[in-house]
């Protein structure tokens, strides 16, 4: 039946507009296997704090729009990328290839404050690209090789012109809520200045969907149940005419 197609599509609206508890800050500058220095080519590391965990992977955009995964470094000041294109300097940039990074989850979060520092190799800004969406978690292994942007993700900018310095701030002004989230040097760079920082922190709200979000729920699972009794009904009658 075409309609229950239309169930899934209700219960993830239900979960993007959900509202959210109390946040946690998960830290990338230390609790990962990896302390001090660069994880390996494509290698994924975790971060927890009260029983959030967020899987975090590096990735970098060449001038053809190719995605290719990097390593993800960790610093004292937060985590950066080094990609395979002879980039050197330890951040998330968008000085020749264009770095971010994935979090995954195992459920759907909002992300609200994020710690940018930046100052190296000559960079000050840290506008960023930020991204979204409730993906299954093993899509991401098919990522190499892909042509930005990333179609099952929808992005917005965070940021101001000038140069921002080192900045915390609401990346999620919206309020949406997605399993998977990037965090990258600003491709439209509008402002013209290179963007480079390590990410230092995050603040995560889990989805708690409110009264109204709930029935929205339990209508769509109604409608399911009643279409599948509707559908033995159907079959049964058509097999005792036989």
Sequence with gaps: MKLLGTVPIILAAATLAAPANAATTISFTSGASINSGYAGTGQALT????????????WSVNSRGVISPGQLGVWSS??????????????????????????????????ENARFNTGWHS?????ATIGYGVVPLSQIASL???TWPIPWLSTFSSGAAGRSGNSTR???PQGVSGNTW????????????????KL????????????GTWLTMLLGFGFLGGAL??????????SHSF
Excluded at 200 to 211: K, L, M
Excluded at 229 to 238: E, F, L, N, Q
């Design 123 to 127: 960079m000050s800004d840290t506008d």
């Design 170 to 172: 609401n990346i999620n």
């Design 47 to 58: 971060f927890s704090n009260g029983g959030v965990s967020a899987r975090v992977t590096a």
């Design 78 to 111: 937060g985590i950066g990328v080094r990609n395979i294109g002879s980039d050197n300097s330890h951040t998330i940039d968008n000085n020749g290839w264009t770095d971010f990074v994935l979090l995954q989850f195992a459920n759907p979060v909002r992300l």
């Design 144 to 146: 190499e090789g892909q």
């Design 200 to 211: 230092e922190r995050v603040s995560v709200s889990t989805a708690v969907p409110e009264p």
């Design 229 to 238: 009794r509707c559908r033995t009904r159907k079959h049964a009658t058509i």
């Design 182 to 197: 990037l965090i990258g040097a600003s491709f439209s760079n509008p402002d013209r200045r290179l963007d480079g920082f």
